[in-house]
DNA sequence: CACCAGGCAAGCC
DNA sequence: GGCTTGCATGGT
């Protein structure tokens, strides 16, 4: 058994950290996968994005990963963990390969990651995620950054940090109108007071069981079943979760179910069943990933 | 114009 | 408990 993080070679270089020999990464399928909302396509095989208070251009290259103009205290304290470099896919692929839907899958998005990404972005960018689509949830957590982040200039440009639940907390409602959220602008608020106060906080979720901490999310406005298991998933990194959307209720009724309709409760139940304790929110993701490049229930899903 | 988008809360029974 | 409806905004 091969692991990533034991081939792999990290080389500061320049101004550059340069990484070879990484194995299951590529960036396409860590950004477009649906688990976050900062990165943008800058270039061919490059993207750039803010988290944890940095801008990072990285790009790929068939033989090396480069994070540019970035110091190695910045790669090791921030985005070692963020692209989870510690985490061994080959040996996730490999179990979850028994099943021939998710081979199938895995062939389309075998270089996913999931992200160690900030909890309270997380929880904030789910929030906005209910009734919306993905290009309008980008624009509306950007404005949000704008409107409220902090400035920092990377490589000569300016961008925005995802602002502190402090800051938001002390936000009104008309406030919050320039980042055009809609209905969504109560439940952001409502989250920030419970974060400032130390209501909720990542620190006491991280301790709970996945189930604990799920009814703790849950009394936020505006976090449901569906929110909270993203941000379990995405921002507590509980591989447990298996968030439902209307995606993989689509894909998982073409692929598992011969097409029928079928509640959510039930794919919930059949995932649960057929991924177990650990695999399932890996398994989320390639499926996420597979049935979006195959536009499931639109007019392209003849092409499975 | 209607309908939908990574749902949810509130109001019904 | 389960089921229905309204919700802001923007794209097709």
């Not at 068939?62 to 963990?81: L, Q």
């Not at 209307?246 to 919930?268: A, D, H, L, Q, T």
Request: glycine letters at 10%; charged letters at 25%; proline letters at 2%.
């Amino acid at each position: 058994m091969w692991y990533t993080y034991l081939i792999m070679e990290i080389i500061a270089e320049k101004s550059d950290i340069i990484i070879h020999g990484a194995r299951d990464f590529d960036l396409t399928h860590i950004f477009e996968c649906g688990q976050c909302f900062r990165w943008n396509r800058t270039g061919e095989n490059e993207y750039t994005g803010t988290a944890k208070g940095h801008a990072l251009t990285i790009s790929q290259s068939a033989d090396e990963i480069v994070f540019h103009d970035t110091p190695e205290r910045v790669f090791y304290d921030v985005w070692y963990d963020y692209f989870d470099f510690g985490t061994d896919y080959g040996a996730i692929k490999e179990r979850l390969s028994d099943d021939p839907v998710m081979r199938e899958a895995m062939k389309y998005g075998g270089g996913i990651r999931i992200l160690n990404q900030d909890l309270w972005e997380t929880v904030v960018s789910f929030i906005i995620s209910a009734s919306n689509n993905i290009p309008r949830i980008k624009g509306i957590v950007e404005r949000l950054c704008a409107a409220y982040g902090e400035e920092t200039v990377y490589r000569g440009d300016v961008y925005y940090t995802f602002p502190a639940a402090e800051r938001l907390s002390a936000l009104s409602r008309e406030d919050l109108g320039v980042i055009r959220a809609g209905f969504r602008d109560k439940y952001i608020i409502d989250a920030a007071g419970k974060f400032h106060s130390g209501e909720l906080s990542a620190q006491g979720l991280s301790k709970m069981t996945s189930q604990d901490a799920k009814k703790a999310l849950m009394t936020i406005s505006g976090v449901g079943n569906k929110v909270a298991n993203c941000i379990l998933l995405f921002g507590l990194h509980r591989t447990d979760a298996f968030p439902v959307d209307v995606w993989i209720k689509r894909i998982m009724e073409y692929c598992y179910f011969g097409g029928g309709k079928r509640p959510i409760n039930e794919i919930s139940a059949f995932a649960e069943d057929k991924f177990g304790k650990n695999l399932g929110g890996y398994a989320q993701q390639y499926l996420f990933f597979y049935a979006r490049e195959n536009k499931i229930g639109t007019d392209r899903e003849d092409v499975l």
